[in-house]
């Protein structure tokens, strides 16, 4: 049996990137054999300083978005991942044997100590000058340990995610296996990626080097799942391209217009060949956005349509978190039972 856990953060509207390279999949994982747990992570958002009324109101938004794209409630757990303590439990038990040095190789880490020397985050930005990585938060160098117990506490088998979360998978799996060697056990399964094609990684429209991301400052990078269909064509009208001629797909030299071609494919459903056999008649840059954005747009809009009912009726929405942290725990908490056992602390 399959047993599915994902996690996407309640900050901010989810984008492009968010929907093709892991929401799509998520609903399409719910078939009949399978489990399925899908979680709004406010523990991981508390990460970095968030306004608590902006926060509460942002993972009821999150948990519409995700009904809207396709988590189905009646086969679905869809939760805060915060309503199931196991998963702060778990973690706890985690950091008490994953060494420190597994955690300092993160690529996330890094580039948020990075960030933290040039960016907007003012709390970071002050914290690092003065000392370095001594003053940013223990739960942002933690939160891969957290993400391991999110997706071990349900056992899960299968894991859908973009790319830039293959690293915190592995270490997922290395925790697992410490933890069985630890415990002397086969407690746990390593758990697999379920990673989409490239063609769904998606890249920041003002910048093809970064992904979309949440966080970039610029909202011009990036398209939100329910951006106005007018906002989304002056994105994409915006967006980088080059001085080369013509259409061709060249991730090295023409890496905006390859982009584009990439959210083309993944929009219709397509290869890149096939994408590009569909941009036959055009020449141009400008007449490739035109057609991306239109596939953008019709793509995307049967979820806004559903996101704007779910929105008008928002106990429907919480009623579903509720039901879905019930069933959750149910879970989380055979599992916690088991592991407080195998440690001692029973
Ligand atoms: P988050 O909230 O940053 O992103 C949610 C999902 O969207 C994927 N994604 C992308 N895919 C393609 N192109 C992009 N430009 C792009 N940007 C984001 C991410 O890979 C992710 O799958 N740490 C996680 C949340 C989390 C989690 C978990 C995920 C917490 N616990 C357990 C899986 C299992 C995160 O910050 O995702």
Redesign the pocket.
């Known amino acids: 049996q399959r047993i599915v ?5 309640p ?1 901010g509207s ?5 929907f ?4 799509d999949n998520w609903a399409k994982l719910q078939q009949k054999d399978s489990v399925t747990y899908y ?1 709004v ?1 406010d523990l ?1 958002a508390i990460t970095l300083p968030q306004d608590p009324k902006v926060l509460r109101q942002s993972k009821h938004d999150m948990a519409a978005a995700l009904l809207a794209c396709g988590v189905d409630p009646k086969q679905s757990a869809l939760f805060e ?1 915060s309503k199931v303590r196991g998963h702060s439990e778990l973690a706890w038990i985690f950091n008490c044997i994953t060494p420190v040095g597994w955690l300092g190789r993160m690529t996330q880490w890094k580039s948020k100590i990075e960030k933290s020397h040039t960016s907007h985050a003012q709390a970071l930005l002050e914290t690092s000058t003065s000392a370095g990585t001594a003053s940013l938060k223990m739960g942002l160098f933690d ?2 340990v ?2 391991a117990a ?2 071990l506490i349900y056992k899960a088998t299968h ?7 293959i690293q ?2 592995e270490l ?1 799996r290395d925790i697992a296996t410490l933890f069985n060697n630890n415990t002397k056990s086969k407690y746990f399964t390593k758990p697999e990626a379920i990673s ?1 094609p490239s063609t ?5 429209l003002r910048d093809p080097s970064a ?4 966080s970039d400052p610029s909202d011009f990078s990036r398209i939100n799942l329910f951006d106005e269909p007018k906002v989304i064509q002056q994105k994409i009208s915006k967006a980088m391209t080059d001085g080369h001629k013509g259409i061709s797909f060249d991730t090295e030299n023409r890496p905006g217009v390859s982009n584009l071609i990439n959210i083309y494919a993944a929009v219709t459903n397509k290869s890149v060949d096939d994408a590009l056999k569909d941009m036959n008649g055009l020449h141009n840059s400008q007449q490739l956005k035109q057609a991306v954005s239109d596939a953008v747009i019709s793509r995307i809009h049967p979820i806004q349509s559903e996101y704007v009912k779910l929105q008008a009726d928002p106990s429907y929405v919480q009623q579903v978190l509720k039901e879905g942290a019930a069933k959750a725990q149910v879970t989380a908490d055979e599992t916690m039972e088991q592991v407080y056992k195998l440690m001692g602390l029973d």
């Open positions: 856990f994902s996690g996407i953060q900050t989810p984008h492009l990137g968010n093709l390279g892991a929401l979680s992570v991981h991942q939160y891969p957290l993400q999110d997706i894991v859908p995610i973009g790319d830039d979360q915190h998978l997922c989409p769904k990684r998606i890249m920041s992904k979309m991301s949440k």
